[in-house]
C-alpha cells in the first residue's frame, strides 16, 4: 500500500511563506500525478495544485493560489513540494497529498494543518 507523508505545516501570519512537502513510499505502480489538496470544515476538499510526475512535469493551479504557490517535484525521492508564499487567512486548511498512478488509483496522506493568522 502506497504511503503519502506530509510535513511542513503550521501557524504562519498572513504574509508569510510555508513549504509543505510529501514523500511517497511503498509505490508498486508507476505514479502519473501527485498534488496538494486542501479542506476546511464544512467544504468540499478542493484542488490547490498538482503536477505530472512524467516528462516535463505540466503543472496545474487552482486561480486561488496561482502567483504565490509553487509545486515541484523530486522523482528521484518520490516528493513533492509546494511553496506557499503570500499566505492569506483563506489559505487556512487541511492540507493534503494525493498520488495517482497510471491505472488512476488514488492515494491520500493524511494531512497536515496549516494556520494563517491575519
Known amino acids: 500500500q502506497v504511503q503519502l507523508v506530509e510535513s511542513g505545516g503550521g501557524l504562519v501570519q498572513a504574509g508569510g511563506s510555508l513549504r509543505l512537502t510529501c514523500a511517497a513510499s511503498?509505490?508498486?505502480?508507476?505514479?502519473?500525478?501527485m498534488g496538494w489538496y486542501r479542506q476546511v470544515p464544512g467544504k468540499q476538499r478542493e484542488l490547490v495544485a498538482t503536477?505530472?510526475?512524467?516528462?516535463?512535469?505540466?503543472?496545474n493551479y487552482a486561480d486561488s493560489v496561482k502567483g504565490r504557490f509553487t509545486i515541484s517535484r523530486d522523482n528521484a525521492k518520490n516528493t513533492v513540494y509546494l511553496q506557499m508564499n503570500d499566505l492569506k487567512p483563506e489559505d487556512t486548511a487541511v492540507y493534503y497529498c494525493?498520488?495517482?498512478?497510471?491505472?488512476?488509483?488514488?492515494?491520500w496522506g493524511q494531512g497536515t494543518q496549516v494556520t494563517v493568522s491575519s
Open positions: 494525493r498520488l495517482q498512478d497510471i491505472w488512476g488509483q488514488s492515494y
Open positions: 511503498r509505490i508498486s505502480s508507476r505514479v502519473n500525478d
Open positions: 503536477v505530472i510526475i512524467s516528462g516535463a512535469g505540466s503543472t
